[in-house]
């Protein structure tokens, strides 16, 4: 069923705006050092947003709001709940670290500002025109530089931060005007119609191409894809680790959002030239994320390179969608990517969850010998880490594994020579990526610590959610079908939409 300019489009973006001004002011009144009230209203607000988008998604109806500019379809309402849930989970791992390293001192801009990176997500997901994936874009990103620098009084932190302004600025630029000159050639900013104009084929085509390297190169910053990837090692570690873990989670949906209403619903006529873009960022992001990550000590660091192979399999599944002008296979393509996106941050918020759990104050637990011996004082979180790192090299039963063989049928089933070939070459990567993963376990279990095991200590809600992150990994890898069922059905009617 599909609605028409209606204000129920933009339900969930009202609640989140005008619940993230509430707490900025109930902050005001609030002088503890734990900002436990910003804290509070933050975690009621994202469980009612969770569900809301939840509830929408269920309905399975298409609302079009603001002219059409917005639209609220199952795709973008599972992917702003998974989004709420997200930072829900970062909000809850990161309480104690942020109280300690005195980001709460100046007020409660950490949860307000989180909020507004969520609602720039919201925006993106739901965006039909070219302005407004801009502007999501940029609500998004300028909160997300704000994080980065929360930490004034350390200088990896600003570092990190400047390196993060400027490069995202100049991706940002690529994607405007790569829009801009999709704009010229098509003379619509609206998504559905830049589609209707193309596939008239009365727009020039060199004008479009050239629109769409700056249109994928953005993307591809955004993704965190070689060679755009250059911004992603140095943020991930100068970052506070809490604020890693945000920018490594719910931001990724909203990437792969932009990818899917830019690429598939305004520029699938041009579908040979963007997935041929898409397959060169694959095989770059697999090439080089697994072979730097080799070479790393850092944890940070190694996860961060690992991010970059793993959204090369993300690009993959996007690529997958049309053979030949066929385009039957378009619905296990973009479902098995976003089926994959979707696994992705659950496990990334797991793996982040207990480096920051180890964290304590002056002692950030960063460093992979900083992990000797972790089995031998604290066999549940040694055992949530190997399952985070087991997934994320793709064993199974773990959740990890399904997602690959997802991304992997996605591309067999084509049946190109050229698509075969990079699925091959897309398990060989893995194997070579399964090494430093396993390194990681390998000092877990069998070194020794190094000095006294410290007391890990953490709130009753993070432990408790912790365990549950970790839980979910396997049992998703071992019943997936109601997850990967769920993406299918949603990636269905955003097409027949």
């Known amino acids: 069923m599909m609605d028409k300019f209606s204000l129920m489009a933009v339900y969930p973006e009202i609640v989140l705006l005008v619940m993230a001004c509430v707490i900025a002011l109930a902050d005001l009144l609030d002088k503890g050092r734990r900002r436990m009230v910003a804290y509070t209203l933050s975690i009621l607000t994202l469980l009612v947003l969770a569900a809301l988008s939840g509830y929408y998604a269920g309905l399975g109806r298409t609302i079009f709001g603001f002219g059409d500019m917005v639209v609220s379809d199952p795709m973008a309402n599972w992917l702003k709940c998974f989004a709420a849930l997200s930072l829900l989970i970062t909000f809850i791992y990161g309480r104690a670290y942020v109280t300690e390293r005195g980001m709460l001192r100046g007020g409660g801009e950490w949860y307000v500002l989180g909020l507004l990176a969520l609602l720039g997500i919201y925006v993106i997901v739901s965006a039909h025109n070219f302005v407004l994936v801009y502007l999501g874009l940029e609500c998004l990103t300028l909160a997300s530089y704000a994080l980065v620098a929360l930490r004034r009084d350390h200088v990896v932190s600003v570092e990190a931060a400047m390196k993060y302004f400027v490069l995202g600025a100049m991706a940002s630029g690529f994607l405007l005007y790569g829009m ?31 629109g769409v390297v700056f249109v994928v190169a953005g993307l591809a ?21 809490a604020v890693t873990l945000m920018i490594g989670g719910a931001p990724k949906l909203a990437a792969f959002a932009m990818a899917i209403r830019l690429l598939v619903e305004g520029l699938l006529p041009l579908w040979s030239d963007w997935q041929q873009m898409l397959g060169l960022l694959a095989i770059a992001s697999l090439l080089i994320g697994n072979l730097a990550a080799i070479a790393q000590t850092n944890l940070k660091r190694m996860l961060a390179y690992s991010t970059i192979a793993q959204m090369g399999f993300v690009l993959l599944g996007l690529m997958a969608g049309v053979v030949s002008n066929n385009s039957l296979g378009a619905a296990n393509a973009y479902s098995s990517a976003m089926f994959y996106v979707v696994t992705y ?37 040694a055992g949530i880490m190997s399952i985070c790192l087991f997934s994320l090299a793709g064993l199974p039963p773990l959740v990890g594994f399904q997602a690959k063989l997802s991304v992997l049928q996605a591309l067999i089933s084509t049946g190109q020579p050229s698509y075969i070939t990079l699925a091959v070459f897309a ?40 365990s549950l992150n970790g839980a979910l990994l396997l049992i998703l890898g071992i019943v997936p079908g109601a997850l990967m069922t769920l993406c299918a059905d949603a990636i269905v009617q955003m097409l027949a939409a």
């Open 221 to 241: 910053f955004k993704f965190g894809a070689a060679p755009f990837h250059m911004w992603i090692p140095d943020v991930y570690h100068g970052a506070p680790t």
């Open 345 to 381: 941050v659950l496990t990334t918020l797991a793996s982040f969850g207990v480096i920051l759990l180890l964290a304590r104050e002056g002692f950030e637990s960063e460093e992979i010998a900083d992990f000797s011996g972790l089995n031998q004082h604290s066999p549940l979180y």
């Open 180 to 210: 801009s000159m999709l704009y010229g050639a098509t003379g619509t900013l609206d998504i559905a119609e830049v589609l209707k104009a193309i596939a008239s084929g009365k727009v020039d085509h060199q004008v479009l191409v050239f």
């Open 427 to 466: 398990v060989m990567m893995s194997l070579i990526g399964a090494f430093y993963y396993l390194r990681v376990i390998k000092v877990m279990y069998f070194d020794d610590p190094v000095g006294a095991p410290a007391a890990i200590s953490a709130p009753l809600d993070m432990r408790a959610v912790l």
